[in-house]
């Protein structure tokens, strides 16, 4: 059972345009809601969290959107830059401090 | 900032020895160590979580006397590897919580890279 479904799976986009990476969870004990950005052969870096009292959290170009009704969140990347060109993977968690990943999504920023 | 240093980055080994990884975190106290295994352009699994002194708890469907994992300090604990074969090369990567921090305070190694021939 895929408890964090992420969309879409690739993305391209041109330089200074926004990317968008969509995310939907099942399981509504996730109170944590975290981003996280992977080079390759590299570990994941944060990029930027959220809590579900929060429908959004902006930092720097980053955006995090978040509907707690609909159990989704979102990750908008304004100005893309062709350095922002990475896996980006979405996460939840719970009390038990597990985080359970989306599949990831390849994004290719053009320049 | 938080900072957790994996070692090493890669390494190859030939098929029935084990390898060790080590996952330390520089400058906090990790009470909780997480262990995840990677393969090409996939998600990260889980494979196990630990706390310093206690047994690791493994995910459902992985081997615990295949990959042996110690914290058995505050600051490092070790993936090992036993009797690789080439099916376990994969990507490996620790992460690492300190106590009292808020929900956010994972912290990930940089990763290692096993290749079993």
């Known amino acids: 059972q895929q408890q964090v479904k992420q969309s879409p799976q690739s993305l391209i986009v041109q330089k200074g345009g926004i990317s968008i990476i969509n995310c939907a969870y099942e399981?509504?004990?996730?109170?944590?809601f975290p981003w996280y950005q992977q080079f390759p052969g590299k570990g994941p870096a944060l990029l930027i969290a959220i809590r579900p009292d929060v429908s959004e959290k902006k930092e720097g170009r980053f955006t995090i959107s978040f509907n707690k009704s609909a159990k989704q969140f979102s990750l908008h990347i304004m100005d893309s830059q062709p350095g922002d060109s990475a896996t980006y993977f979405c996460a939840a968690s719970g009390s038990n401090y597990k985080l359970t990943f989306g599949k990831g999504t390849l994004l290719t920023v053009n320049p | 900032g938080a900072v957790v240093s994996q070692h090493p980055s890669w390494v190859i080994c030939k098929s029935g020895t084990s390898v060790k990884i080590e996952c330390r975190s520089l400058d906090f106290q990790a009470t909780t160590m997480f262990w995840y295994r990677q393969f090409p352009k996939q998600s990260l699994m889980l494979m196990a979580t630990s706390n310093e002194g206690s047994k690791a708890t493994y995910e459902q469907g992985v081997e615990k006397d295949k990959f042996l994992i110690n914290h058995a300090s505050l600051t490092l604990s070790t993936l090992t590897v036993t009797s690789a074969h080439p099916e376990d090369s994969s990507f490996y990567i620790c992460?690492?919580?300190?106590?009292?921090?808020?929900?956010?305070?994972?912290?990930f190694g940089s990763g290692t890279r096993l290749t079993v021939v």
């Open positions: 399981n509504t004990a996730f109170d944590y």
């Open positions: 992460s690492a919580r300190g106590p009292g921090r808020t929900r956010g305070g994972y912290t």
